[in-house]
């Protein structure tokens, strides 16, 4: 979402004053909310490249702003997908990788 003004003066101009980032909730109702530095951490426990490829779909479903760091293998890694906080996106990953196994920070 862009705060701003539109100025018209032989050629016109849109003057920015701020800029907040857009989320539906779960009614689809316009929400909007302060970005929060959040991190979401996702351990992948089973180590099956299945689970991870299931994750990586739900995640890329939910596009946003919030950095992911997943633990696959034993290894911890920054993915490249960025996610919005949504309860949807949570149960889906709950289902995937259990409770226990995501958390945001």
Known sequence: ?????????G????????????????TSAPQVQEKKAAKLY????????STLSSVLSVLKAYPGMIPVFLKYQGQAMKCQVRVQNT???????????????????
């Open 42 to 49: 996702i351990n992948i426990a089973d180590n099956e490249e």
């Open 87 to 105: 309860e949807a996106m949570f149960s889906e990953l709950a289902g995937i990788v259990g409770e226990e196994n995501y958390k945001l920070v």
């Open 11 to 26: 050629r016109s101009q849109i003057v920015a004053r701020g800029v907040k980032e857009w989320f539906l909730d779960e």
């Open 1 to 9: 979402k862009v705060e701003g003004e539109l100025q018209v003066s």
